[in-house]
Structures are given as structure tokens and as C-alpha cells.
Nanobody, 118 residues
């Protein structure tokens, strides 16, 4: 399984950005999908997770109400990020697993950088 996150970039505080995670190698419609992020000098942290059916989601408190995770059960999982803050600046990673929505995750993709700055 290969995962690739894309869609990062520079956005002003209060703005929006949509990240996508594309999977190749096999379909992931039976896997939990998640997004994580790692800011400079900090540990990687969980952001959001979604069940294989898309019927259940789970968010870190820091992004609840601002970020939305979704999947099309094909090979894409998206993260819609609204009301972005400078603290959201990080490299964002997508991941796939068979455990709980917040982990553990087995497969990891390369990250995409999100910078929130004026």
C-alpha cells in the first residue's frame, strides 16, 4: 500500500485548505483512514480518523468543529480544513490501519506541508 498526501500550501489565518490522500497498490475500503500532523520541533499528533464505512469519525479537540474528514471508499480520503490558525502549521500525513480511529496505523504516506501565516 502506498499513500500520498497532497494539497498543502500557504494560507492566511482564517482561510481554508483541502488535503487529499491517494492510495495505490490496493483498495483501502476496509481500512480505517486517518490524518496526522507534525509541527517543527514537536511530536506527531493525531488529527482525525474515519471508519472504513465513513459512518464514524473522530477528531482531536484542537481541530473539532473546524476540520472535516471524508472518504469516497475508492482510494481517496480528504481533510477539509477551515478557520485555519497559525498553530495548524505542520506537515500533514495520511495513514491507513485496522485499529481504532485514533490508531494504531499501519501504512503511512509522505506528508504535505501546510503553512498558516499572514
Amino acid at each position: 500500500v502506498q499513500l500520498q498526501a497532497f494539497g498543502g500550501g500557504l494560507v492566511q489565518p482564517g482561510g481554508s485548505l483541502r488535503l487529499s490522500c491517494a492510495a495505490s497498490g490496493r483498495t483501502l475500503n476496509t481500512y480505517v483512514m486517518g490524518w496526522f500532523r507534525q509541527a517543527p520541533g514537536k511530536e506527531r499528533q493525531f488529527v482525525a480518523g474515519i471508519s472504513w464505512s465513513g459512518g464514524s469519525t473522530y477528531y482531536a479537540d484542537s481541530v473539532k468543529g473546524r476540520f472535516t474528514i471524508s472518504r469516497d471508499n475508492g482510494k481517496n480520503t480528504d481533510l477539509q480544513m477551515n478557520s485555519l490558525k497559525p498553530d495548524d502549521t505542520a506537515v500533514y500525513y495520511c495513514a491507513a490501519g485496522t485499529g481504532y480511529l485514533n490508531g494504531p496505523y499501519t501504512y503511512w504516506g509522505h506528508g504535505t506541508l501546510v503553512t498558516v501565516s499572514s
